[in-house]
């Protein structure tokens, strides 16, 4: 009897693992099969940080952002702002590898960011694991004199953010990651063979990040980079089947589409389109709009003064848009290089923080209604989730609201405000569509918050 049951158990394991173990293929067709691991899109909100050698000289401004220093000063046409700068400042043999050794965080406290960004609301955070200058924040051995363990900090600046962020809080880790390095002379190499060669992703970028995701499992992998080649030199269908098959992140690991030229918008995980990435209309496929608080830059960026940071209305607006159209908002800030997060973004990051405790249920977790925006009022985007419709109303109404999309049930549509107790009373506009909600005289005191307001509906004929 014991040899037919091995033989049938034999038969049984391979054809589960044959039916359960979707295996994908090192191909965009498969590749894009892949589900969306749905903690993400429930996520909604994530935080960005860039921070490198770029954040010692932190010089940027308007058409030159800081992340990009080297470049802006180094390439065949510089900025004429940045060249400048290092004239007047800086001794005339200076190199940009002489400010790695400034880049020493000594004021950094990852619990300390840890702490921001759980009050931020936010469910996720990306920090630049790698940038186009190429220095690692992790210690690594492709880029052996070149990253944050060997030169400047002598820390591992990824890996405690990583810890401290699992240790005290329950936001998920991602990692940014570029492709490409500009100055890199094995990548260049690589370049002026036509990309016919191969030596700079075989013998740097992938072993690199198959240490960042063994070492520090995060669970987004956001590339950047991707312009100068495609994504046949850069291995990236290989790497994403490794990633969805066999890495210590495959259920949950979540990536962007910057997978190659011309992928964006096309193949791989969530859309990210260009920077701040908008579409303003209902998305089918999940997108990321990845902003920063300010305008100019990602980077930290010394010269920026108050106009340069988004207001908090600014924010909440882009949030509003971002949500109602199926996008997550990744909002960057830039740390110093001595490890602060400097208290204008601190202070934004609070005040997002505060109006999520009130209106989070109109964001966390929900899906675009069956219009984005309403047509009568562009500034009032909707959201759904249960039967609920949540609209995000960006000024303050007044004594009376007017929306054309919500169609009402006398008696069983109930109309709220999060944050508020009560009810208010409507009509509906015309038989089948719009509503006007009447507005009771409040006080600054008696509003939920002070700077956009969610009005929900239940029972709505077109729920
Ligand atoms: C958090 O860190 C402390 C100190 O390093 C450690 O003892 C504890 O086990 C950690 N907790 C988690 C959940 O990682
Ligand atoms: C990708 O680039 C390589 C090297 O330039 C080229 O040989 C190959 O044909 C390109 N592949 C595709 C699919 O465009
Ligand atoms: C609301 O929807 C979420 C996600 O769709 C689901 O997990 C949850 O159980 C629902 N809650 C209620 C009260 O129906
Ligand atoms: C307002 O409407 C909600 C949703 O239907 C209901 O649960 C709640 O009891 C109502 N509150 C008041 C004060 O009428």
Redesign the pocket.
């Known amino acids: 009897m014991k040899t037919p049951f091995a033989v049938l158990n034999f038969f049984l394991v391979f054809y589960l693992s044959a039916v359960l173990c979707v295996s994908y293929q090192p191909t965009w067709e498969s590749l894009d099969k892949r589900p969306l691991p749905d903690w993400y899109d429930k996520a909604k909100i994530g935080i960005f940080m860039h921070w490198g050698v770029f954040s010692v000289p932190s010089y940027g401004h308007s058409g030159a952002a800081s992340e990009w220093f080297w470049h802006n000063w180094k390439r065949n046409k510089p900025d004429a702002g940045t060249v400048q700068f290092m004239k007047k400042n800086f001794r005339p043999d200076f190199q940009y590898t002489d400010f790695a050794p400034m880049f020493r965080a000594e004021l950094y406290d990852p619990y300390e960011w840890a702490e921001i960004i759980q009050n931020s609301g936010a469910k996720y955070v990306i920090l630049t694991s790698k940038h186009h200058e190429g220095y690692t924040l992790y210690p690594s051995k492709p880029s052996w004199n070149w990253n944050s363990m060997t030169v400047g900090s002598k820390r591992d600046l990824l890996g405690e953010l990583a810890h401290a962020i699992r240790n005290k809080t329950k936001v998920r880790f991602g990692a940014y990651h570029s492709l490409f390095e500009w100055f890199n002379p094995i990548f260049l190499q690589d370049q002026k063979n036509n990309f016919k060669t191969k030596t700079y992703v075989q013998e740097v970028l992938m072993p690199e990040i198959h240490d960042l995701i063994v070492n520090y499992k995060p669970e987004i992998l956001w590339a950047d980079g991707e312009w100068a080649a495609n994504d046949t030199y850069w291995q990236s269908k290989q790497l994403l089947a490794w990633l969805y098959n066999k890495s210590p992140v495959k259920n949950t690991i979540v990536t962007n589409d910057r997978w190659g030229k011309g992928d964006r918008n096309k193949h791989g995980g969530f859309f990210t389109g260009g920077d701040r990435y908008s579409p303003g209309t209902i998305q089918k496929h999940k997108f990321e709009n990845a902003m920063t608080i300010d305008r100019y830059s990602w980077g930290f960026s010394r010269p920026s003064n108050l106009n340069a940071y988004l207001t908090i209305e600014e924010l909440l607006s882009i949030l509003a848009k971002t949500i109602s159209c199926n996008g997550n908002l990744a909002i960057n800030i830039g740390p110093t290089h001595d490890g602060r997060i400097v208290p204008i973004f601190q202070e934004r990051l609070s005040q997002l923080g505060q109006w999520l405790k009130v209106n989070g249920d109109g964001i966390y977790e929900t899906r675009p209604w069956h219009v984005a925006k309403d047509s009568s009022n562009s500034n009032v985007w909707y959201t759904s989730k249960n039967g609920t419709v949540y609209a995000i109303v960006l000024k303050w109404p007044g004594s009376t609201l007017s929306l054309a999309e919500p169609m009402v049930q006398a008696k069983e549509t ?1 109309i ?1 405000l999060l944050g508020y ?3 208010f009373s409507f009509k509906s506009q015309s038989k089948n569509k719009g509503v006007i909600i009447n507005i009771p005289p409040l006080t600054v005191a008696q509003l939920p918050c002070k700077w956009a307001w969610v009005f929900t509906f ?1 029972n709505l004929k077109n729920k």
Do not use: A
């Open positions: 109930k709220g107790k009560g009810n239940t």
